[in-house]
């Protein structure tokens, strides 16, 4: 069984950046579907980006799109998040398929292994 292993968040000027990994370790993330979800306090958890790690192929939700970046490499999942704003304040939290997941599902997968999150605090 894979485990998620976040880092890269903390405290962080409005309109600076911030670059998240996740660690999978234990199993190969190869050819699995993967997201990054965050949740602010009184809001419900959303998923902001997902992306395939075979495939590359990749989704972003309207409020970080052409500001946040997906990228996998070697077992890692990385979110490179530029011009941030006080409103992406929130614990951020890699998820997996933990199998194979069919290329085209990545917008819709299911996840079955998720991390602890990590907490990204933009300050204004």
């Known amino acids: 069984q894979v485990r998620l292993t976040e880092s890269g968040g903390g405290p962080v000027q409005a309109g600076g950046s911030l670059r998240l990994s996740c660690l999978g370790s234990?199993?190969?993330?190869?050819?699995?579907?993967m997201a990054w979800f965050r949740q602010a306090p009184g809001k419900e958890r959303e998923k902001i980006a997902a992306?395939?790690?075979?495939?590359?192929r990749t989704i972003y939700h309207d409020s970080v799109k052409d500001r946040f970046t997906l990228s996998y490499d070697r077992n890692t999942l990385f979110l490179q998040m530029n011009s941030l704003r006080p409103e992406d304040s929130a614990i951020y939290t890699c998820?997996?398929?933990?199998?194979?997941?069919?290329?085209?599902?990545?917008?819709?997968?299911?996840?079955?292994?998720w991390g602890l999150g990590t907490q990204v605090t933009v300050d204004s």
């Open positions: 234990g199993a190969t993330l190869w050819q699995n579907c």
């Open positions: 998820a997996a398929s933990g199998g194979y997941c069919s290329p085209p599902m990545v917008g819709r997968a299911t996840y079955n292994v």
């Open positions: 992306i395939h790690t075979s495939d590359g």
